[in-house]
């Protein structure tokens, strides 16, 4: 029991291990749950309005104090309560894998890009996978921030899965990489000063589907992708220069959800089996 706590523990860790800085220190997720990790050790915290099975994002500012957070569908300040255009975001509908996703703007010190994505609820049958974005402005409202009305729900792309991942680049940006399901395809979008720049494409080796995560290693080397439904785990490698993914390996698993990296960034871990966690 121990050694599984630990490893999901890990799998937690893995997405945030790239940026490594205090803004990754307030988490908000679940039913109205929250850690606080300023001072290395977990502390549960109270107020939070989220309530999601899934799919929650939050950032703080650098010294670690929380500025907002979301759920997918509302944005809440850090006094938890709405931004006044902070309602109406177009994700996901409280249980989507990855579907909420937070970046600075680079170059600015108030700007944010929210990003969402939809839940397999309701693909394909009512939608076709939209990728959004939504640019808050911390600016606004006194300093708690806001929505900007004309940057909300800006389609990106089209048919994307419940997954995405951010991590920085090998300069002052970012890569957001979500999973194409149609394609089975990766699209890995450059965020500089400039804005959102065009998805590098790579091409999978196999169909990894709409639900189970998407995380990249901490040395930013590699990424893992869960196929929960078709099974399996694909680990590639990631260019961090380029957003390119390539050299696939297939890993077999039943039904995987979660998926991670040792802190060396060299042993895969994924999640199967409700609490079985397997080390491959």
């Known amino acids: 029991m121990r050694n599984s706590v630990l ?23 679940g039913y109205n749950a929250a850690l606080d990790l300023n001072s290395g050790s977990p502390v549960a915290l109270s107020g939070f ?6 799919g929650t994002a939050s950032i703080a500012d650098g ?13 809440w ?6 931004m ?34 939809e839940n397999y609820e309701n693909i394909p049958w009512s939608t076709i996978g939209y990728l959004r ?12 921030g806001d929505v900007i009305t004309t940057e909300k729900n800006i389609v990106l792309d089209s048919f994307m899965g419940e997954k995405m991942v951010v991590v920085n680049d090998d300069g002052c940006g970012y890569w957001l990489v979500s999973y194409n399901y149609e394609t089975s395809a990766y699209h890995s979008y450059r965020i500089t000063e400039e804005g959102i720049d065009l998805p590098v494409i790579s091409s999978g080796a196999s ?7 998407i995380k990249i290693s901490p040395d930013r080397s590699k990424i893992g992708n869960a196929a929960y439904i078709e099974g399996g785990v694909e680990v ?39 609490s079985c966690i397997s080390m491959t």
């Open 236 to 274: 590639a490698s990631f260019d961090v220069s380029t957003g390119s993914v390539s050299d696939f390996i297939s890993l077999g698993a039943m039904s995987p959800y979660g998926v991670g990296f040792s802190p060396n960034s060299e042993v895969p871990i994924h999640q199967q089996c409700g």
């Open 133 to 144: 974005y939504n640019i808050i402005d911390m600016s606004l409202d006194g300093g708690l």
């Open 63 to 75: 010294d670690g104090n929380l500025l907002f957070y979301s759920a997918g569908q509302q944005v």
């Open 84 to 117: 006044p255009n902070g309602t109406g975001i177009l994700g996901h509908s409280g249980s989507g894998t990855q579907s909420v996703a937070i970046s600075k703007y680079p170059g600015s010190d108030s700007l944010y890009y929210l990003f969402t994505l």
């Open 207 to 213: 169909a990894c589907g709409i639900v189970g995560e």
């Open 49 to 54: 309005m989220t309530m999601a099975n899934e």
């Open 77 to 82: 300040n850090k006094d938890h309560d709405l």
């Open 7 to 29: 490893v999901f523990l890990l799998l937690l860790i893995s997405p945030f291990a790239a940026r490594a800085q205090a803004e990754d220190n307030i988490w908000a997720f």
